[in-house]
């Protein structure tokens, strides 16, 4: 027996089965090192991913300052699946290669000698063929788009494909969606993909709805925890919208009632401005492809029959059009590497409308070369953006391109969310890519590129317009009198950037 001299104090003072000081100390240092050596071997992954030095530094350094919750950011927004789904995704291409190829020949098809590098790139990375005979109505709002996407599906007779980024169920959702359910209760087919981290905050039970009435619906890539995932990447942004092969729709805008009231209440209500087209012509078939090449990842059906492609639906004009889709999957940023070949080969002039303005090195670097080669570089952005730190981090971008030489612009007149390029009386490109690293390397993009002197025209008529509604940066006091605090938060967020 211990006699009461070898019983410790703490002994005394400690119930049985209750855990040490020394415990806890033990505990505490196996936890800090099971989550260094996590930490570690996530920075060796991101090292031996092989990314631009940029964002691999972000990552580094969001992983190191930011204990835990820079491992949970990583998991939700940096993994990097590229590589996983490159075969698959050129398996699928060739299949759907086959399909196009046997359903679409063109006669006399000739190439502009000044766009042919640019139609080549196109072609021969995506497969994006050229098409000719195309005609295009373009939408500046919602008040234009809806009604005739609405009209053009009451003249549906065999199919409605639809691949959008948002559909709400608000009073626009539900309109849309119930002509859906009339066209599918007359025995046309109707598919519909939306992206399942930006619908999180719809109930499933507006999309039950529709498969009830015999609508295939799917989510794009469904993520467990989409409350937490709301800038995740690998995310579907694409506007595509088809209608029995003969009609397609693409632009910046998806299935939400702000398209046309906006967004913001009373005093802080912005109108929103955006720029959609509707194509008719040989052009749909690629519209055609990007949604079907979408419907096999989201249903495992490879749609090939030729009744999706239906014949003489060109028009009789030379509007040459290649629809160009982008991808995380991809070997190449596609888009990413024809914007930047726009940029160094412009004569005259580019001109860029976009939401979001956080570009990738080389598209940054291709805009100061145009701009200080005399090229007329002009960058129109929100003079109010919907996202205060995507606005911050913009700031530093900008004021790089104004030192070079580009003309920025900011639009007064409300949310401006389009996505359009044009070039030299001779090309324009309108579609879902914003100029930002999120749209050039993780979202799934398309846009239509219009080689012909008459839409490239009509495009800068729209610039024209638009850039009324503008102010110079000169006059825009927020960016000429900032103080050294605010410059220097400016230059932290832009870190952030390729993360964004």
């Not at 092969?245 to 046309?260: C, D, P, Q, S, T």
């Not at 590497?337 to 080389?362: C, D, R």
């Not at 913009?394 to 003309?407: C, F, I, K, L, N």
Request: hydrophobic residues 45%; charged residues 20%.
């Amino acid at each position: 027996m211990c006699s009461p001299a070898d019983i410790s104090p703490v002994a005394v003072l400690l119930p049985a089965g209750r855990v040490t000081l020394f415990d806890m100390i033990y505990i505490h240092w196996l936890i800090f090192v099971i989550y260094a050596v996590v930490v570690v071997l996530t920075m060796i992954t991101i090292l031996m991913d092989n990314r631009q030095p940029a964002k691999t530094m972000a990552w580094i350094l969001v992983l190191w300052f930011i204990p835990l919750l820079g491992i949970i950011l990583y998991f939700f927004f940096g993994q990097n699946i590229r590589r996983e789904h490159i075969v698959s995704k050129k398996s699928l291409d060739q299949l759907t290669k086959r399909s196009m190829f046997e359903f679409v020949e063109q006669r006399n098809l000739t190439l502009p000698d000044e766009h042919r590098k640019l139609i080549d790139l196109f072609t021969n990375q995506q497969m994006a063929l050229p098409f000719k005979g195309n005609t295009v109505e373009i939408y500046k709002d919602g008040y234009e788009f809806f009604p005739a996407l609405l009209a053009e599906i009451a003249k549906a007779r065999h199919h409605i494909h639809i691949d959008v980024y948002i559909f709400c169920d608000d009073a626009l959702g539900r309109l849309v969606s119930d002509a859906l359910i009339a066209k599918s209760r007359e025995g046309v087919e109707v598919r519909l993909i939306y992206d399942d981290v930006a619908c999180w905050s719809v109930k499933n039970s507006f999309y039950e709805r529709m498969r009830e009435e015999g609508i295939e619906v799917h989510p794009f890539m469904p993520v467990k925890f989409p409350v937490f995932t709301s800038k995740a990447n690998y995310r579907n942004h694409r506007k595509v919208i088809v209608i029995d092969g003969k009609v397609g729709f693409i632009g910046g805008m998806n299935i939400a009632l702000r398209y046309v009231k906006g967004y913001g209440k009373g005093k802080k209500h912005t109108p929103w401005r955006d720029t959609h087209m509707k194509i008719e012509g040989t052009a749909v078939y690629g519209l055609q492809r990007a949604f079907l090449i979408d419907w096999y990842f989201v249903d495992q059906t490879l749609i090939t029959n030729r009744k999706y492609y239906p014949q003489n639906i060109a028009k009789d004009n030379d509007c040459l059009m290649q629809i160009v889709s982008s991808n995380p999957t991809d070997s190449w940023p596609t888009i990413e590497q024809g914007y930047v070949n726009i940029l160094l080969n412009a004569k005259k002039y580019v001109y860029i409308e976009t939401p979001y303005f956080m570009p990738t090195e080389p598209v940054l670097f291709a805009m100061r070369t145009a701009a200080l080669a005399g090229v007329d570089v002009r960058l129109m952005l929100p003079l109010k953006n919907d996202s205060q730190l995507v606005q911050w981090a913009t700031t530093s971008y900008v004021m790089e391109t104004v030192e070079a030489g580009v003309t920025v612009l900011f639009y007064k007149a409300g949310f401006n969310h389009s996505k359009v390029i044009i070039s030299d009386d001779s090309l324009v490109s309108c579609g879902s890519l914003n100029v930002d690293f999120r749209s050039f390397e993780h979202n799934f993009e398309c846009c239509a590129f219009l080689y012909d002197r008459d839409m490239a025209l009509r495009f800068k008529e729209v610039f024209a317009e638009d850039e009324k509604e503008c102010v110079p940066i000169e006059l825009v006091k927020d960016l000429s009198h900032r103080s050294f605090l605010i410059r220097l938060w400016e230059s932290l967020v832009r870190l952030l950037s390729p993360l964004m």
